[in-house]
Nanobody, 133 residues
């Protein structure tokens, strides 16, 4: 099974920045999810590896940037202006689905509904991000 390896978590002060990395080879869509203590896992962002189109949940838009490097098979999540509400374990997730078209329920693009864990088949082990206030 194709594996994902995340890195880059850590402790940062409120207002600071972190970049998460995910080694993801052979996938068509790569996403970042997060799970805060006592809460469910929520989708943060995703990217189409071929088209480069992206999706962000509303609370991170304009603060987080997802990008990919198809030569290195890497996906990055640049997180700026972090707040205590961003404290969570962050998971890289991916699938190898080939979509005929983006819809409100599929694909990585701004006009879709929030991404769901059920869309992704492969998961990393998670990396912890702690933002101190």
């Amino acid at each position: 099974q194709l594996q994902l390896v995340e890195s880059g978590g850590g402790l940062v002060q409120s207002g600071g920045s972190l970049t998460l990395s995910c080694a993801a080879s052979g996938f068509t869509h790569v996403a970042w999810f997060r799970q805060a203590p006592g809460k469910g896992r929520e989708g943060v962002s995703c990217i189409s590896m071929s088209a480069g189109t992206t999706y962000y949940r509303e609370s991170v838009e304009h603060r987080f940037t997802i990008s990919r490097d198809n030569v290195k098979n890497m996906v990055y999540l640049q997180m700026n202006n972090l707040t205590a509400e961003d404290t969570a374990v962050y998971y890289c997730a991916a699938n190898a689905k080939t979509l005929l078209a983006n819809t409100v329920l599929a694909g990585c693009h701004p006009n879709r509904l929030p991404i769901q864990t059920s869309e992704y088949t492969n998961w990393g082990q998670g990396t912890r991000v702690t933002v101190s206030s």
